[in-house]
Nanobody, 119 residues
Framework: QVQLVESGGGLVQAGGSLRLSCIVS????????LGWYRQAPGKERELVAR???????NYVDSVKGRFTISRDDAKKTVALQMNSLKPEDTAVYYC?????????????WGQGTQVTVSS
């Protein structure tokens, strides 16, 4: 069984910073892609940032230059540094991992962490 546990959400004023972290645990042979998604009230879940095992990164346009994704394969973690936060960044943020268990690939989600940016 594979689990993702997020931490680091909270309430911050516009212009502030938060750092989200996600730990991957369980029956893992390798971690392929890691990513962060978010879902605001009344909106669909959207990709925020993804990083592949080769280090290739992509961001949604609205966070480019403000957010930075990073991974530590030794610790099986992925982080999202969020700077210059805006009220429109308010959402539940979900960690996502594509892992290989040794027999199959699994697409796994965390439980989500709330980020609220006040104006």
């Amino acid at each position: 069984q594979v689990q993702l546990v997020e931490s680091g959400g909270g309430l911050v004023q516009a212009g502030g910073s938060l750092r989200l972290s996600c730990i991957v645990s369980g029956n893992i042979f390798a971690i392929n892609e890691l990513g962060w998604y978010r879902q605001a009230p009344g909106k669909e879940r959207e990709l925020v940032a993804r990083i592949t095992s080769a280090g290739s990164i992509n961001y949604v346009d609205s966070v480019k230059g403000r957010f930075t994704i990073s991974r530590d394969d030794a610790k099986k973690t992925v982080a999202l540094q969020m700077n210059s936060l805006k009220p429109e960044d308010t959402a539940v943020y979900y960690c996502n991992a594509v892992v290989y268990t040794g027999t199959l690939f699994r697409d796994v989600w965390g439980q989500g962490t709330q980020v609220t940016v006040s104006s």
